[in-house]
C-alpha cells in the first residue's frame, strides 16, 4: 500500500513538475500567486497519492471471487481514524486559507507612486487612457514602462468584461456602472495578450487587445508617438482611430488591421461614400453585411468619438474605398 | 411487539378506464391535442387584445390578418410579450388537459371527486407511462427515462461543440449558434438531467427504503413530474425563436448580457421557473414523506444514507431554488417591462446583484447534484464490499454539515466579480472548510473498501470510479478556493475541467451507478453485466482524456465559453474532441442495454445484491403498494457480516421483532 502510494506520489510530482502548467510569470505579482499554486499542488499530491494508495491496494487485496458469498469484516467505525481526518484536512486548509490571505493582501496593495491607466472595455473591444503630463491619451493597445507599478481602473460599457493577462496572473471584472482595479508590475518586456473571460456576447472568443512592456526609454518614446498621433488630423487621425478603434474586429489592408470578427472591409469598402460609410459607424444595424448578425457590433461609436474624429475616420475610409 | 399498519387513503386522480363521457373532454392526450393549440392562440388574442387595448402603436391586429402587409411581422419587441403568454399559459393548459389538475378542480368546484379505487397505480403497459400516474414507481420511471432523453440531447450538444473546437477558426457554426449550444447543453443537463435524475431514482427508491406504501402527497407527485418536460422543451425549443436563436448568455445568465440579449432569453427565465417549481415541489413531497412515513421502528439513525441525503438535499432545494426563481423573474422584468434590476445607468439597478441572488440558489445547486449521489455511492460500496458502511452517524452528519456550510460560500464564484473585497476571505474559509465533511465522506468510503469482499458489479465500479474521480475535482475545488489561484484561473478552462469533475465524475458516475444499481428492481430483468463493464471502462477513459487535459489548458490562457482559441491550444484540443467523441459514443452502449434488458433482459430475483436495505426485501419490481404489510424495522441497513443482524422484519414475522439487539461487534 505504502509502496503504490509512494509510486502514485512520484508519478503525480513528475507530472506536475516536468509538465509547465503555469505559463511564464512575467509580473512582480506572479511569483506570490504561483508560490501558493505550488503549496496547494504538494498538498493535493499528497492527498491524492494517500488515496490511491489505499483504494488501489484495497482492490487489489479485497476483491471476492466471483462465487463467494462471505461477507467482510463487520467493521462500523473507529473514532481515532475520524478524529484524525477530520482535523489534519481542516488544519491543511486552514493553513491553505492562510497563505492565501497573506498573499492577496500583498498582491493587491497599492505602492504609493504608481501609474494608473483608465481600461474601458465594451463589445468588443478595449480601449486605454493615460493621463500624462496634463494631455489625454487614449488607444488600443496597452503599453505599459517595466518594474513600474500601474493600477488599472476597470468599467465597462455596456455589459460584464473580464480583463486578464495569464503572465500576470491577474484578473478582475469589467463591470458597467462601477470602477474595479487591479495592481500589476509587469517585470518582462515583451507583447503579451489581454483575454476577456466573462462571456460578453457574440464577439466574445475573440475579444483581444495587445499589451506591450516597454523599456522606460522604449515607453517615452512611446507617449510620445501617441501625442503626435492624437495631433493629427484628417485621413491620418482617421488611419490611427481606426487602427485603435476598429482594427480588433475588422480587417483593412491599408491600416493592416487583419481580425476576422466584422466583415473584411477590402471586400465591403470599396466604392462606398461617404454617407453609407458614417451610417455604418454610428448605426452598424442599418445594412448588415449578409453572412454577419445584427447587434455585434457596438452601437455606440456615435457617443464614443468625437464629431471631428468620426469625420477623420470616414475621410480616411473614403480614401480608401477610392471615392476621393 | 403488536404493529399498527397505517391506513392511508390513496387517492387516483385517474388512469383507470376512463367514467363514461367523451374522450374528448375526458383527461388526457385527446384533451391535449385541442386543448393546447387553442391556448396557444388565446395567448396571443390576450397580449394583442391588451396592447390594442392599451393603444400600442404596434402588434395590434394587423398582425394576425393573413391578407395584411404587415402579417405576423413581429417587431422583437413585441415578440418579447407573446414569449412570456405562451409559455405561461400554454403550460398551464396542457397540465390542466392531461389531466394534472383534475381531482383539485373537481374538489374546488364541489363536484364528485374520483372514487379512489386504486386503479391508477401501477403501469400495465408503457402507455400508463404517458399518463399522469400517482405510483411513485412509475413517477420515477418516467423521471428516469424522461432525464435520460434530455441528457442525450444535451450531450449531442457537447458534441457539436466540441466538433467546433476541433481546431482553431470558426468550422461548422457561428458564435451565436455556438453561445446557444453552451448555454443550452449546461442548463439542460443541470435543471433537465442531474437534478431530476436523483429525483427520478431518489422517488423509486425512498418510499421502498423506508418501508412507506407511496410518497406523503401522489397528485403532487405527479404534477412535479410533467412539469419537467415542460420545462426541458421550453429551454429545447428556444433554438427555434426567430431573430436569434437559443439563450446564448450561460446557464448563468449574467446581466446585463441576459437583458440586452435576444428574445430567445426569456426561454431560460420561463423554463427555470417551471423546472424550478418541479423541484421545490419534489422536495416538499421528499421532506414530509421521509418525515412522517418512516416504518414503524425506522428512527433516523436507521435510515440508509441515502435517504439522509435526500433529506438534506431537498431541504437544500427547498430553501434555496426560490432565489434563483427570483433573480430571473427580475431579469424577465428587466427585459419585458423595463425596469432596473439589475442594468447600470439612470435609474441604475445593481449589476453585481443579480451574481449574489444567482448565485445563492446556485452554489447550493452544487450539493443539490452531489448529495444524492453521495447516498447512492454509500448503498453501492456497502453492498459491493459486504461490509458496514464506516462510521455512518459521521456521514449522516457530514452530509447535514454540508448542507449548513453550503449556504455560506456562494460569493467564491465572484473573487474576480469586483464586489465587495472584504466578502471573498471569509467565503474563501468557509469554502475550504467544506473540503473536511467531503473528506470524511472520501476516507469513509475508502475504510468501508478495507477488509471488504468486495464485488465488481457494473454499479460498484462506477461508485468506485465516482469516488477517484470526485477526488481530482474536489482537489482542483481546492485550487479555485485559493483566492489568488482563483484571480488567474477563474472562467478559464480548468474552471470547465473542474465542473466536470465533479458533475460528470461526482454526480454522472453515481446516476450510472444507481441505475444499474436498481435496475433489476425497477424492471424486473437483469442488466447484461458484460455491456455495462463495456460501459464503464469507455466512459472512464473517455472522461478522463476529453476533461483532464483542460486543466492545462485553462491555466496556460484558455478562457472558457469560447468559439475560437488562439492557435497554440489547437493540438490539445483536437485531441480533446477526439476523446469526447469516444466518450459519446460510449452513451450507445449504455442505451443499448438498457433498452435490450428491459425488453429482453433475464428475470431478476427479488434481491440479486444479497442487500439489507428495505427495497431488495421485496419482489422485483415491487407489489403495487410495495409492501403486503409495512414492515417492522429492528436494527441497521448496513450490518453486512454481523451474524444474525437484521434490518427490518417482514409480513408478519413478528416473533422475530422481539429479538434483542445485536451487540456491535468493532
Not at chain 2, 431573430?243 to 450561460?250: R, S, Y
Not at chain 2, 426560490?322 to 417591462?337: C, H, N, T, Y
Request: net charge negative; proline share 6%.
Amino acid at each position: 500500500m505504502v509502496l503504490v502510494g509512494v509510486a502514485v506520489g512520484g508519478a503525480l510530482a513528475l507530472v506536475a513538475v516536468l509538465i509547465p502548467w503555469l505559463p511564464s510569470a512575467d509580473a512582480e505579482e506572479a511569483g506570490p500567486v504561483d508560490q501558493v499554486y505550488w503549496f496547494v499542488t504538494i498538498i493535493c499530491i499528497v492527498i491524492f497519492a494517500l488515496v490511491a494508495g489505499v483504494s488501489v491496494y484495497a482492490v487489489w487485496k479485497f476483491r471476492a471471487a466471483p462465487d463467494d458469498e462471505d461477507d467482510g469484516s463487520p467493521i462500523h467505525g473507529h473514532t481515532g481514524l475520524e478524529v484524525v481526518w477530520t482535523a489534519v484536512p481542516a488544519a491543511l486548509v486552514t493553513a491553505i486559507s492562510i497563505y492565501s490571505g497573506v498573499v492577496l493582501v500583498q498582491i493587491e496593495r497599492i505602492p504609493p507612486e504608481h501609474r494608473v491607466v483608465e481600461v474601458t472595455a465594451q463589445q468588443f473591444a478595449w480601449s486605454f487612457t493615460y493621463e500624462e503630463n496634463g494631455t489625454q491619451i487614449t488607444s488600443g493597445t496597452l503599453a505599459l514602462p517595466v518594474d513600474q507599478p500601474v493600477e488599472l481602473k476597470l468599467t465597462a460599457r455596456d455589459v460584464i468584461h473580464s480583463f486578464w493577462v495569464p503572465e500576470w496572473r491577474m484578473k478582475k471584472d469589467a463591470v458597467p456602472g462601477i470602477e474595479t482595479d487591479i495592481v500589476v508590475t509587469p517585470s518582462k518586456v515583451g507583447n503579451f495578450t489581454v483575454v476577456c473571460t466573462e462571456l460578453c456576447g457574440l464577439g466574445h472568443a475573440t475579444m483581444r487587445a495587445q499589451a506591450v512592456v516597454l523599456t522606460q526609454q522604449g515607453f517615452e518614446d512611446w507617449l510620445r508617438e501617441q501625442r503626435r498621433l492624437a495631433e493629427q488630423a484628417g485621413s491620418a487621425q482617421g488611419a490611427t482611430l481606426f487602427t485603435q478603434q476598429c482594427g480588433t474586429c475588422h480587417a483593412l489592408a491599408d491600416a493592416g488591421t487583419t481580425a476576422e470578427v466584422g466583415p473584411n472591409l477590402d471586400n465591403v469598402l470599396p466604392g462606398k461614400g461617404a454617407d453609407f460609410i458614417q451610417e455604418s459607424i454610428v448605426n452598424p444595424n442599418a445594412e448588415i453585411t449578409p453572412g454577419f448578425q445584427p447587434d455585434v457590433m457596438p452601437g455606440n461609436f456615435g457617443e464614443v468619438l468625437s464629431q471631428q474624429q468620426l469625420d477623420s475616420l470616414v475621410e480616411y475610409l473614403q480614401e480608401v474605398a477610392g471615392q476621393r | 411487539m403488536a404493529v399498527e399498519v397505517h391506513e392511508r387513503d390513496y387517492v387516483v386522480t385517474h388512469g383507470g378506464p376512463t367514467q363514461g363521457g367523451n374522450r374528448w373532454t375526458s383527461a388526457g392526450w385527446l384533451r391535449v391535442l385541442w386543448v393546447a393549440p387553442l391556448s396557444f392562440l388565446l395567448s396571443i388574442v390576450l397580449v394583442i387584445g391588451l396592447r390594442l387595448a392599451l393603444g400600442y402603436e404596434t402588434a395590434g391586429w394587423e398582425v394576425l390578418n393573413p391578407f395584411g402587409d404587415s402579417f405576423f411581422q413581429f417587431a422583437p419587441a413585441d415578440l418579447q410579450p407573446l414569449i412570456v403568454a405562451w409559455t405561461v399559459i400554454v403550460p398551464l393548459a396542457f397540465l390542466a388537459a392531461l389531466g394534472g389538475f383534475d381531482y383539485w378542480a373537481y374538489w374546488v368546484s364541489g363536484r364528485p371527486t374520483r372514487p379512489e379505487d386504486h386503479s391508477g397505480h401501477g403501469a400495465r403497459s408503457w402507455r400508463d407511462y404517458f399518463r399522469v400516474n400517482t405510483d411513485h414507481k412509475v413517477i420515477g420511471i418516467q423521471y428516469l427515462v424522461t432525464t435520460i432523453f434530455f441528457f442525450v440531447a444535451a450531450g449531442l450538444m457537447a458534441m457539436f461543440m466540441r466538433a467546433e473546437l476541433a481546431k482553431p477558426g470558426m468550422q461548422f457554426v457561428d458564435n451565436n449558434t455556438f453561445n446557444g449550444l453552451f448555454s443550452v447543453h449546461a442548463s439542460l443537463m443541470i435543471f433537465l438531467f442531474v437534478i431530476p435524475a436523483f429525483a427520478g431514482l431518489g422517488n423509486y427508491v425512498i418510499p421502498l427504503m423506508i418501508g412507506a406504501p407511496d410518497m406523503a402527497f401522489p397528485r403532487l407527485n405527479a404534477l412535479s413530474f410533467w412539469l419537467l418536460p415542460i420545462a426541458g422543451l421550453t429551454m429545447l425549443s428556444s433554438f427555434l425563436v426567430p431573430n436569434g436563436g437559443a439563450f446564448a448568455a450561460g446557464w448563468t445568465n449574467y446581466a446585463p448580457l441576459a437583458v440586452q440579449q435576444a428574445e430567445g432569453n426569456l426561454m431560460f427565465q420561463m423554463g427555470v421557473q417551471w423546472a424550478g417549481a418541479s423541484s421545490i415541489m419534489t422536495a416538499l413531497n421528499f421532506l414530509v414523506t421521509i418525515i412522517t412515513m418512516r416504518a414503524p421502528g425506522m428512527s433516523f439513525w436507521r435510515l440508509p444514507l441515502l435517504v439522509w441525503a435526500n433529506f438534506a438535499t431537498s431541504t437544500l432545494v427547498v430553501i434555496a431554488t426560490p432565489f434563483i426563481a427570483g433573480s430571473q423573474f427580475f431579469i424577465l422584468f428587466d427585459r419585458v417591462l423595463h425596469t432596473h434590476f439589475f442594468t447600470p445607468g439612470e435609474p441604475g439597478g445593481d449589476v453585481i446583484a443579480y451574481q449574489h441572488i444567482f448565485w445563492f440558489y446556485s452554489h447550493p445547486a452544487v450539493y443539490i447534484m452531489m448529495l444524492p449521489g453521495f447516498g447512492i455511492a454509500s448503498e453501492v460500496i456497502s453492498v459491493f464490499a459486504r461490509k458496514p458502511i464506516f462510521g455512518y452517524r459521521l456521514m449522516a452528519l457530514s452530509l447535514m454539515a454540508i448542507l449548513i456550510l453550503g449556504f455560506s460560500v456562494w460569493a467564491h464564484h465572484m473573487f474576480v466579480s469586483g464586489m465587495s473585497p472584504w466578502l471573498r476571505i471569509p467565503m474563501m474559509v468557509t469554502t475550504m472548510l467544506i473540503a473536511v465533511p467531503t473528506g470524511i465522506k472520501v476516507f469513509s468510503w475508502l475504510a468501508t473498501l478495507w477488509e471488504g469482499r468486495i464485488h465488481f458489479k457494473t454499479p460498484m465500479l462506477f461508485a468506485s470510479g465516482f469516488v477517484s474521480m470526485f477526488v481530482i475535482g474536489g482537489l482542483s475545488g481546492i485550487y479555485l478556493g485559493a483566492i489568488p489561484i482563483d484571480i488567474h484561473a477563474s472562467d478559464t478552462y480548468f474552471v470547465v475541467a473542474h465542473i466536470h469533475y465533479v458533475l460528470f465524475g461526482g454526480s454522472l458516475f453515481t446516476i450510472f451507478a444507481g441505475i444499474y444499481y436498481w435496475f433489476p428492481k425497477m424492471t424486473g430483468r437483469m442488466y447484461n453485466e458484460r455491456l455495462g463493464k463495456l460501459h464503464f471502462w469507455l466512459t472512464f477513459i473517455g472522461f478522463n482524456v476529453t476533461f483532464f487535459p483542460m486543466h492545462w489548458l485553462g491555466l496556460q490562457g484558455m478562457p472558457r465559453r469560447v468559439s475560437d482559441y488562439a492557435a497554440e491550444f489547437g493540438s490539445l484540443n483536437f485531441v480533446i474532441t477526439i476523446a469526447s467523441f469516444f466518450l459519446g459514443a460510449s452513451t450507445v452502449v449504455f442505451l443499448y442495454n438498457m433498452i435490450v434488458s428491459w425488453a429482453r433482459g433475464e428475470p431478476a430475483p427479488g434481491n440479486p445484491w444479497r442487500a439489507l436495505t428495505l427495497e431488495w426485501q421485496v419482489s422485483s419490481p415491487p407489489p403495487i403498494f410495495n409492501f403486503d404489510e409495512i414492515p417492522q424495522v429492528v436494527g441497521s441497513p448496513y450490518e453486512y457480516g454481523v451474524r444474525g443482524a437484521r434490518h427490518a422484519v417482514m409480513n408478519g414475522d413478528r416473533a422475530a421483532a422481539t429479538e434483542p439487539e445485536r451487540e456491535r461487534v468493532h
